[in-house]
C-alpha cells in the first residue's frame, strides 16, 4: 500500500512559482496531483504514467504547470509557474493501483497523501 508524503507547499505571489514534491510514490504507478479549495469539489491538476512517458494536465493549469518524477527517488513533482489566485488550494498527490493512467478523477485513484496548502496572494 502506498504512502504519500507531500511537500513544498506554501505563500507565494501572484506569478511566482513553488515546486510540490510527494514521497513514497511507487514507481509501478500512475501518479496525479489534485487540489481542493474551501467550499469546491476536489479536482484533478495533472497526472503522468509510471514511466513518466504519458502526462495530462487540466485546462487551467496547463502551461503553467509540469508533472514528473524520479523513480530512483521514489517521488513525484508538480513545477507550478506564473501562479494565479485561483490555484490556492489544498493540494494532494495520489496513487493508483496501476501503472497506466485513465481519467483524471478522484475515484480513479486509491491512495492518498494529507496535502500540503499552497496559498497565492496578490
Known amino acids: 500500500q502506498a504512502q504519500l508524503e507531500e511537500s513544498g507547499g506554501g505563500s507565494v505571489q501572484a506569478g511566482g512559482s513553488l515546486r510540490l514534491s510527494c514521497a513514497g510514490a511507487g514507481y509501478t504507478k500512475c501518479m496525479g496531483w489534485f487540489r481542493q479549495a474551501p467550499g469546491k469539489e476536489r479536482e484533478g491538476v495533472a497526472q503522468l504514467s509510471s514511466t513518466g512517458g504519458l502526462t495530462y494536465y487540466a485546462d487551467s493549469v496547463k502551461g503553467r504547470f509540469t508533472i514528473s518524477r524520479d523513480n530512483a527517488k521514489n517521488t513525484v513533482y508538480l513545477q507550478m509557474n506564473s501562479l494565479e489566485l485561483e490555484d490556492t488550494a489544498m493540494y494532494y498527490c495520489?496513487?493508483?493501483?496501476?501503472?497506466?493512467?485513465?481519467?483524471?478523477?478522484?475515484?480513479?485513484?486509491?491512495?492518498w497523501g494529507q496535502g500540503t496548502q499552497v496559498t497565492v496572494s496578490s
Open positions: 495520489a496513487a493508483r493501483k496501476v501503472a497506466y493512467c485513465s481519467s483524471l478523477a478522484p475515484l480513479e485513484y486509491s491512495y
